[in-house]
C-alpha cells in the first residue's frame, strides 16, 4: 500500500508554489499603463461622479494612470479637488500639473502611481492652453528610474503641431531613463501630430480597432500610450475598457516588460 508520509507531503504541496516563485523572480518586471481622460468627472448621464471613474481605474489594477480634463477646487466641480480626490479613492500617489486657471480653480492633467516620485515638473504648452506634465518614477526593488508624460494636446492641428519640439526638449534634456508618454493627443493615427511623434516614439496602443472616443460609440483612436526607446520595451497586452458612460472617452491599457535594470539605464543612441 502506498502511502504518503508528511514530510513527502509537504514536498508534495509546496514544489508548485517553488517552481511559480522562480519563475517569477527570471520574469521581467511589468507596469500596467492606464490613460483616461475623464471629462472632469462627468459622464455620457450628464452626472458628476468621481466614484465611478475611481472604479474604472481600479478595474484595471494599474502601476502608473494619465489623467485628463481633472478639476481642481473648480466652480463646475461643485469645489472639489478631483485629484486629491482620486488619489484618496485609488490608494495611489499623484502628482498634478495645471494647465490654467479655471472657474476659481485650476484644470489640467494628473498622474497617480503606485512607484515613488522622485521629480515632477509641468510645462505649458500651445493651444487652449494646454501643458505636459512631467514625472520621474521608480520603484528600487523592481523597476529602473522613468520618466511618465501626462499631457492634452489641442484641438487644432497648429498648436498641437507646435508642441510636439516643447515636450521633444524636455524630454532630451533630462536624464536618458526611459520613457512613457500618455494621453488624449486629439489626433488620429495616421495624421501629421501622429507621424511626426512615431518618429522618436512606439506606439504601444496600436490595433485597427483601438477606438477610443466617443465612449458611447468610438470610431477613432485619439488616447493613445507611447514608449521610448522602442527596444527597452515590450508590450504585453494592450486593449480599449468596454466602459461607454463614465465619460466622454473610453480609457486605455497597456501593459509594459521592462528589462534588467542595467540594460534600461543605457542612454538612447538618439541623444
Known amino acids: 500500500m502506498n502511502t504518503c508520509t508528511p514530510l513527502r507531503l ?13 519563475a517569477k523572480a527570471d520574469s521581467p518586471p511589468s507596469l500596467r499603463i492606464l490613460s483616461y481622460n475623464i471629462h472632469h468627472g462627468a459622464g455620457l448621464d450628464g452626472k458628476i461622479d468621481l466614484e465611478r471613474i475611481a472604479r474604472v481605474i481600479q478595474s484595471a489594477s494599474p502601476d502608473i494612470v494619465s489623467l485628463q ?48 516620485v522622485v521629480e515632477s515638473k509641468t510645462i505649458p504648452l500651445p493651444g487652449e492652453p494646454r501643458s505636459a506634465l512631467f514625472a520621474t518614477l521608480e520603484e528600487p526593488d523592481q523597476f529602473p528610474r522613468l520618466h511618465f508624460i501626462a499631457t492634452h494636446l489641442d484641438v487644432q492641428g497648429l498648436p498641437r503641431q507646435a508642441s510636439l519640439p516643447l515636450i521633444e526638449k524636455m524630454i532630451t534634456t533630462l536624464p536618458p531613463h526611459p520613457a512613457i508618454l500618455a494621453g488624449d493627443l486629439n489626433a488620429t493615427p495616421d495624421s501629421p501630430t501622429m507621424t511626426s511623434l512615431f518618429e522618436k516614439w512606439q506606439n504601444a496602443t496600436s490595433g485597427p480597432d483601438f477606438f477610443t472616443s466617443p465612449a458611447n460609440q468610438p470610431t477613432s483612436q485619439i488616447d493613445y ?10 508590450v504585453v497586452q494592450k486593449k480599449v475598457l468596454p466602459e461607454p458612460l ?26
Open 225 to 234: 500610450i507611447l514608449i521610448r526607446p522602442a527596444k527597452h520595451w515590450k
Open 69 to 116: 480634463e481633472v478639476d481642481r477646487k473648480t466652480k463646475r466641480s461643485g469645489g472639489l479637488d478631483q485629484a486629491a480626490r482620486l488619489a484618496d479613492l485609488t490608494g495611489m500617489n499623484l502628482v498634478f500639473g495645471s494647465s490654467m486657471l479655471y472657474q476659481g480653480g485650476q484644470y489640467g492633467n494628473a498622474i497617480l502611481t503606485k512607484l515613488k
Open 246 to 271: 463614465a465619460s466622454d472617452h473610453r480609457p486605455i491599457l497597456a501593459v509594459l516588460e521592462l528589462p534588467a535594470r542595467r540594460a534600461a539605464e543605457e542612454p538612447e543612441k538618439t541623444r
Open 10 to 22: 509537504l514536498r508534495f504541496l509546496w514544489l508548485p508554489l517553488f517552481l511559480s516563485a522562480v
